[in-house]
């Protein structure tokens, strides 16, 4: 959803009336007497959803460009929680506590939710209207008397449940002598910079913070003037707990906040309900979210006393993403919030390099798995890994999810800190992946996760994401290399046939031929089917099969194209590539003479692959180094 300014328009817009005009606009638009859930969940729903990856969780594209890598927990927030409660089950009796690591995205999500609502009730499909001068910009249905609810509800199938506040039920009697329909009704629009339907409460110090900044307070001045510290003219109703009524309100650190203000939740939640002053229990409709990390939530979860709001809540957990593509969308999202990035040309590999250790660092040990850590990134960012089966994958991916991975780890702030510290130590325009990995190596001993896992864990990780972006690097060479090449890929390919039509022929009887019969070269032919992973046994099955393929185009082997078999394409070129690998160090000495301009036809290639004129050059002569050793 895009966050942009909204404005009212339409019939709608800057409506007023009396509670019975308002009425005649419920009964055409049963919708405006949403609660706060349903009010949200609408919100999100209205901006749709589309299927998730491999059959994993749905998408919700109010979400879209603000929060990567956390379809799953988001799905959870918005079916299993505002779903349920807009529907009016037991969810919307519970506070909304998220749980994850630092820098995981809980504020941001919980932002996108309070961007969303400033701008939904700005629209004519989300507006809300309220009691004109109530501090809690009160629900109108709440005017109705208990009989005429009944009635409503019959009629409506719903009713929102709560009474007045001590503030309006004073104006009701006093000033409109109970005629409840004549009471003003209007339009409002919530605003956090107003205190309108958006509260938010960050804790402080526990001796000087008052829990009247929750439920309001006195106003001592104006006790002499009305005589009773009970009556509502001599109450402050300006806590946050009033601001944030029909809407949101977002406990930052919310397990921080001492004891006092946690037991005021405690009816909030169940009830609906809040004590203040010398009033009746005061009704409140509000989606109530926290967040905090993980040890605090450990801390509190361990702690008895905290049981009765442990069962008021329902957590639901935010790790960090564990897909690299999801971790470079994040890095680019924070570093473009400079101008600086204008002027930088990250190479292809850069920042997915430094994504790489970050994802590393957040997965939890498998003894049990025959893959290595980069084949489980792999696997995890929705790559097709050569070797591995679907169900060896899908274990991968299971094991991540049920494994508390993402809880822990390198956080995105750290490593942007370490992008931005490349950016002015570069020596140039570009900045490639051998640079950032130096730059994240020299600061890692500044995060705490340093002291807990230790540097040769750390060094671990950097080293696994070098090989990773060695392998890639390398491929792109190589695709480059083999599409200049790739006369020479033909010919191999038309060799290795040459090879198998004469392996499977019968051989032929000796007569005059003093040389006797030609052999097969054998060792041309599994230098071509053993990056294929055919074994000695397979190697008939195999040629047989790919004879008949050929034979299929009317024995012209010319006509048909390697390239349609994938496998077969990979181990032709990457034989390709390293018969050229002489060329490579030729390039890397500077001295590429004997290839003509095709070297430079490669880094053309690269240019349109991404890599500038800088880092092209740059990226033959790392693989020319790879190849050499």
């Given at each position: 959803m895009a966050l942009e300014e909204a404005r009212p328009s339409g019939a709608l817009s800057g409506w007023s009336g009396t509670l019975a005009q308002y009425l005649e606009l419920v009964v055409d638009?049963?919708?405006?007497?949403?609660?706060?859930?349903?009010?949200?969940?609408?919100?999100?729903?209205?901006?749709?959803?589309?299927p998730g990856e491999q059959g994993g969780p749905a998408v919700w594209a109010f979400f879209d460009g603000e929060l990567y890598g956390l379809e799953a927990a988001v799905d959870v927030l918005v079916e299993e929680y505002l779903h349920s409660a807009a529907l009016g089950l037991e969810p919307r009796r519970r506070i909304?506590?998220?749980?994850?690591?630092?820098?995981?995205?809980?504020?941001?999500l919980v932002w996108l939710l309070k961007r969303g609502l400033e701008a939904w009730t700005a629209t004519d499909a989300g507006a809300v209207y309220g009691i004109v001068g109530c501090p809690m910009q009160e629900d109108p249905l709440h005017l109705l008397p208990p009989a005429l609810r009944r009635d409503w509800a019959r009629r409506m199938g719903t009713f929102p449940s709560g009474d007045l506040c001590p503030r309006c039920r004073l104006v009701l009697d006093e000033e409109y002598g109970g005629r409840y329909l004549?009471?003003?009704?209007?339009?409002?629009?919530?605003?956090?910079?107003?205190?309108?339907?958006?509260?938010?409460?960050?804790?402080?110090d526990p001796k000087s913070q008052d829990v009247a900044e929750l439920t309001g307070s006195l106003d001592f001045s104006t006790i002499t003037q009305y005589g009773s510290e009970s009556d509502p003219r001599a109450f402050r109703f300006d806590g946050e707990l009033y601001r944030a009524n029909r809407g949101l309100m977002e406990f930052q650190e919310m397990l921080k906040l001492d004891e006092r203000f946690l037991y005021q939740l405690l009816g909030l939640a169940q009830e609906g309900q809040f004590k203040a002053g010398r009033f009746a229990l005061i009704s409140a409709d509000q989606v109530v979210v926290g967040h905090t990390n993980e040890h605090?939530?450990?801390?509190?979860?361990?702690?008895?006393?905290?049981?009765?709001?442990?069962?008021?809540?329902?957590?639901?957990?935010?790790?960090?993403?564990?897909?690299?593509?999801?971790?470079?969308?994040?890095?680019?999202?924070?570093?473009?919030?400079?101008?600086?990035?204008?002027?930088?040309?990250?190479?292809?590999?850069?920042l997915e390099a430094a994504a790489s250790v970050s994802v590393l660092s957040r997965l939890k040990d498998r003894p049990d798995t025959v893959a290595d850590p980069v084949t489980r990134l792999e696997v995890l960012n929705g790559e097709d890994v050569p070797g591995l089966s679907p169900d060896e994958a899908a274990a991968i991916r299971e094991h991540a999810a049920q494994s508390s991975a993402g809880m822990e780890g390198l956080d995105p702030r750290f490593v942007v800190n370490r992008l931005a510290a490349a950016v002015v130590r570069r020596g140039g325009p570009c900045i490639d992946a051998p640079a950032v990995l130096r730059a994240l190596e020299a600061g890692m001993g500044q995060h705490a996760l340093a002291e807990r896992t230790g540097s040769e864990r750390l060094q671990q990780w950097i080293g696994q994401a070098r090989r990773a972006y060695d392998e890639r690097v390398r491929r792109d060479v190589e695709r480059q290399f083999v599409a200049v090449f790739s006369d020479h890929a033909r010919a191999l390919f038309q060799r290795y046939l040459d090879q198998v039509d004469l392996w499977l022929r019968p051989p032929a009887p000796r007569g005059g031929d003093a040389d006797g019969p030609a052999v097969p070269d054998e060792a041309l032919m599994r230098s071509i089917e053993e990056p294929l992973g055919i074994l000695e046994a397979q190697r008939r099955t195999f040629r047989e099969e790919l004879w008949l393929r050929v034979s299929a185009v009317g024995g012209q082997r010319e006509a048909w194209d390697y390239r349609v078999h994938a496998r077969l394409r990979q181990a032709v070129e990457r034989r390709v590539f390293d018969q050229l690998a002489d060329l490579l160090a030729l390039e890397a000495t500077g001295d590429a003479s004997g290839a003509g301009?095709?070297?430079?036809?490669?880094?053309?290639?690269?240019?349109?692959?991404?890599?500038?004129?800088?880092?092209?050059?740059?990226?033959?002569?790392?693989?020319?180094?790879?190849?050499?050793?």
């Amino acid at each position: 959803m895009a966050l942009e300014e909204a404005r009212p328009s339409g019939a709608l817009s800057g409506w007023s009336g009396t509670l019975a005009q308002y009425l005649e606009l419920v009964v055409d638009r049963p919708e405006l007497a949403d609660d706060a859930h349903a009010r949200l969940y609408r919100m999100i729903h209205a901006a749709g959803r589309r299927p998730g990856e491999q059959g994993g969780p749905a998408v919700w594209a109010f979400f879209d460009g603000e929060l990567y890598g956390l379809e799953a927990a988001v799905d959870v927030l918005v079916e299993e929680y505002l779903h349920s409660a807009a529907l009016g089950l037991e969810p919307r009796r519970r506070i909304l506590l998220l749980v994850g690591p630092v820098g995981g995205g809980k504020s941001t999500l919980v932002w996108l939710l309070k961007r969303g609502l400033e701008a939904w009730t700005a629209t004519d499909a989300g507006a809300v209207y309220g009691i004109v001068g109530c501090p809690m910009q009160e629900d109108p249905l709440h005017l109705l008397p208990p009989a005429l609810r009944r009635d409503w509800a019959r009629r409506m199938g719903t009713f929102p449940s709560g009474d007045l506040c001590p503030r309006c039920r004073l104006v009701l009697d006093e000033e409109y002598g109970g005629r409840y329909l004549d009471m003003p009704v209007a339009r409002i629009w919530f605003s956090e910079a107003e205190r309108v339907g958006i509260g938010t409460f960050v804790p402080s110090d526990p001796k000087s913070q008052d829990v009247a900044e929750l439920t309001g307070s006195l106003d001592f001045s104006t006790i002499t003037q009305y005589g009773s510290e009970s009556d509502p003219r001599a109450f402050r109703f300006d806590g946050e707990l009033y601001r944030a009524n029909r809407g949101l309100m977002e406990f930052q650190e919310m397990l921080k906040l001492d004891e006092r203000f946690l037991y005021q939740l405690l009816g909030l939640a169940q009830e609906g309900q809040f004590k203040a002053g010398r009033f009746a229990l005061i009704s409140a409709d509000q989606v109530v979210v926290g967040h905090t990390n993980e040890h605090e939530y450990r801390a509190f979860a361990a702690n008895p006393r905290n049981e009765a709001l442990l069962s008021r809540m329902i957590v639901i957990r935010v790790p960090y993403p564990l897909k690299v593509r999801d971790e470079v969308a994040i890095y680019k999202k924070l570093l473009g919030h400079s101008r600086l990035m204008e002027t930088v040309h990250w190479a292809p590999g850069a920042l997915e390099a430094a994504a790489s250790v970050s994802v590393l660092s957040r997965l939890k040990d498998r003894p049990d798995t025959v893959a290595d850590p980069v084949t489980r990134l792999e696997v995890l960012n929705g790559e097709d890994v050569p070797g591995l089966s679907p169900d060896e994958a899908a274990a991968i991916r299971e094991h991540a999810a049920q494994s508390s991975a993402g809880m822990e780890g390198l956080d995105p702030r750290f490593v942007v800190n370490r992008l931005a510290a490349a950016v002015v130590r570069r020596g140039g325009p570009c900045i490639d992946a051998p640079a950032v990995l130096r730059a994240l190596e020299a600061g890692m001993g500044q995060h705490a996760l340093a002291e807990r896992t230790g540097s040769e864990r750390l060094q671990q990780w950097i080293g696994q994401a070098r090989r990773a972006y060695d392998e890639r690097v390398r491929r792109d060479v190589e695709r480059q290399f083999v599409a200049v090449f790739s006369d020479h890929a033909r010919a191999l390919f038309q060799r290795y046939l040459d090879q198998v039509d004469l392996w499977l022929r019968p051989p032929a009887p000796r007569g005059g031929d003093a040389d006797g019969p030609a052999v097969p070269d054998e060792a041309l032919m599994r230098s071509i089917e053993e990056p294929l992973g055919i074994l000695e046994a397979q190697r008939r099955t195999f040629r047989e099969e790919l004879w008949l393929r050929v034979s299929a185009v009317g024995g012209q082997r010319e006509a048909w194209d390697y390239r349609v078999h994938a496998r077969l394409r990979q181990a032709v070129e990457r034989r390709v590539f390293d018969q050229l690998a002489d060329l490579l160090a030729l390039e890397a000495t500077g001295d590429a003479s004997g290839a003509g301009g095709r070297l430079r036809a490669v880094v053309e290639g690269l240019a349109e692959a991404g890599y500038c004129a800088r880092c092209g050059p740059g990226a033959l002569k790392y693989v020319a180094e790879l190849q050499a050793r």
